[in-house]
């Protein structure tokens, strides 16, 4: 797929020189792989390109839009605000080049829907078994992402089940159903004997917080009870790690005690916390011809309680 007039985009030039090359879907590639793994090596290695190819290959995409998109001043390269506004438009770019030419057609490729930690929670089952026997032809891939949008706004996916409200722009939401919320403590401590837990009786407690796909803040406590101590995690698999070694509580949903148990973490409901909403998310643009089956089906399963209730607590 070419976006502009053939050209080669790795020689130099000024930027007007730049601007009249042509701009094909490696650019773009090129750009997404950056913007991903913030390094240039690590995007070089992914795409199976040299560094200085997708160094060049990032310039001339630069040149052409007559913008920085990525500031190279730190080690850990970041988007500028042109960069990141224009990545979803790339994203959504690639996956339309993609689904045009992808193998068996558009209807063919597998759907990938991301989510954070629990998928679907206790519904998940049901959808993937109802899927594969309404649209065999179609694979539906559940990805977990350790991303607040599951690797939607980076095209990674093609819609995302979600948890919490979700403030990226370009993205449409609907809410599927609430989810009450649970503590999960140290399995052999104090907190684990109680049959269910308030806010207040985690505030003396070091709250262990997943601040990249998570859901949990400081403000879910009254300002004038909140826990003084905190602990930073990158991910599900972090969380659990450090409530099992007593380092610290935590706030997750009802469908967690299903998709993540730990023989040292315990769950208790947490009554007095307002629910979470699970959220179906997709890009505000054309994306996979199969996204309004998805849609149909997680508001059919959803309607009819398919999934049954969720697991219980320990």
Do not use: C, K
């Not at 090596?41 to 001339?60: E, N």
């Amino acid at each position: 797929m070419s976006l502009g007039p053939s050209g080669d985009p790795h020689a130099g030039g000024s930027p007007d020189r730049g601007r009249g090359r042509g701009i094909e879907i490696r650019h773009l590639r090129a750009f997404l792989a950056v913007a991903d793994e913030g390094n240039v090596t690590r995007a070089a290695a992914r795409l199976r390109l040299t560094q200085p190819a997708v160094s060049r290959t990032l310039a001339a995409l630069e040149r052409h839009l007559g913008v920085r998109l990525v500031d190279r001043s730190t080690h850990h390269l970041v988007l500028t605000p042109e960069g990141v506004a224009f990545r979803d438009r790339a994203a959504s770019a690639v996956a339309a080049f993609d689904e045009a030419l992808g193998p068996g057609g558009p209807h063919h490729r597998a759907l990938r829907v991301g989510h954070a930690w629990s998928a679907f929670g206790p519904y998940t089952t049901p959808l993937l078994r109802r899927w594969q026997e309404r649209y065999p032809a179609t694979p539906l891939e559940l990805l977990r992402i350790d991303d607040r949008t599951a690797g939607l706004t980076r095209g990674e996916v093609d819609a995302a089940l979600l948890r919490g409200p979700v403030a990226a722009p370009g993205l449409v939401t609907e809410v599927l159903f609430d989810e009450p919320r649970v503590a999960a403590v140290v399995a052999d401590g104090p907190l684990a004997a109680r049959a269910v837990l308030r806010l207040a009786d985690l505030a003396d407690a070091t709250l262990v917080l997943n601040t990249v796909s998570g859901t949990t803040a400081l403000d879910l406590w009254p300002p004038e009870a909140r826990p003084a101590a905190t602990l930073t995690v990158a991910n599900t698999d972090d969380w659990l790690t450090a409530i099992a070694a007593g380092r610290g509580v935590g706030v997750s949903t009802t469908s967690t005690p299903g998709t993540h148990p730990h023989s040292g973490v315990a769950y208790r409901p947490l009554v007095d916390a307002p629910a979470l909403p699970v959220l179906l998310v997709r890009r505000d643009a054309p994306g996979h011809p199969a996204l309004p089956d998805l849609l149909a089906l997680v508001r059919e399963i959803v309607r009819h309680g398919t999934g049954g209730e969720a697991a219980p607590p320990e």
